[in-house]
């Protein structure tokens, strides 16, 4: 009788953290490349590229990262929903500050779906690239990723796809969010979002969701965005730090699951 291999070690509080998505994956191999990407992603190489992350965690070629991104037997849909589930259990009812933001990576050529020269936030210009709609959370400063779409302009729409905007694409994230538990103290976002009568408005005036008014400026940065809602007079509750902290004050996979951006939502 052959014994099935059990994943490597790599650093505990990935290992901690990546245990509760064990089960969502059927293969070893898949499971270390789901870490080693996680080490990746935390690492301070300044592109997160596969090439960038194999060199900085070890590996002798990108192989095994590439194999579990295209043919590996997992699916997005579970590891996202897990992500979420493993969220709303650490947050409790206590309620959060939304930030809507859109950032966009350059890209070279047209080989990825949805590239194109557009306005990338990052860059502060237009260029060749591709440009997703984040959700983010703050809460006690902690900032962290809920959910994401990328922005589908009409010239490069595939077979099924339809064209949305930035705005109801904002939009339909805050009503998913709601639907699926999250409480929302105030939202925020950039001035494209709160034109009057937008339908982004709308859907938080019909949810009873307090916002900022957004003045008409070019679109400040995710640091900008936090750090008003950081000013933002919060109702005082219990601290954050008393629930992540193990009883022997080191941290635990509940601060993980707040502080790592995991792949379910890149």
């Not at 790599?10 to 070893?28: G, H, I, P, Q």
């Amino acid at each position: 009788m052959v014994v099935p291999r059990t994943a490597k070690s790599t650093v505990r509080f990935v290992d901690e953290y990546c245990e509760s998505y064990r089960d969502l994956f059927v293969e070893a191999r898949s499971f270390e490349a789901f870490k080693h990407l996680h080490l990746g992603m935390i690492s301070e190489a300044k592109r997160k590229s596969l090439p960038a992350i194999t060199k900085v965690i070890g590996l002798p070629n990108a192989q095994s990262l590439q194999q579990f991104l295209v043919k590996s037997p997992w699916h997005a849909d579970d590891l996202r929903q897990r992500r979420i589930e493993f969220i709303l259990s650490v947050l409790g009812r206590r309620k959060l500050v939304l930030v809507i933001d859109e950032t966009g990576d350059r890209k070279k050529g047209q080989a990825t779906d949805y590239v194109k020269r557009q306005y990338i936030g990052n860059l502060g210009k237009v260029e060749n690239g591709i440009v997703p709609v984040d959700a983010y959370g703050v809460i006690d400063n902690i900032t962290f990723p809920l959910t994401f779409a990328i922005y589908k302009l009409k010239d490069r729409l595939k077979a099924g796809d339809c064209h949305r905007t930035k705005p109801v694409i904002a939009a339909a994230m805050v009503q998913e969010l709601c639907q699926l538990g999250f409480q929302f103290e105030l939202v925020l976002a950039d001035s494209a979002y709160g034109e009057s009568g937008s339908s982004f408005v709308r859907t938080l005036c019909q949810l009873g969701l307090p916002y900022c008014p957004p003045a008409k400026e070019r679109p400040p940065s995710l640091a900008a965005l936090v750090a008003r809602c950081v000013s933002w007079p919060m109702r005082a509750q219990p601290a954050m730090a008393d629930r992540l902290a193990s009883p022997d004050g080191s941290a635990n996979q509940v601060s993980i699951a707040l502080k790592l951006f995991s792949i379910a939502a890149v």
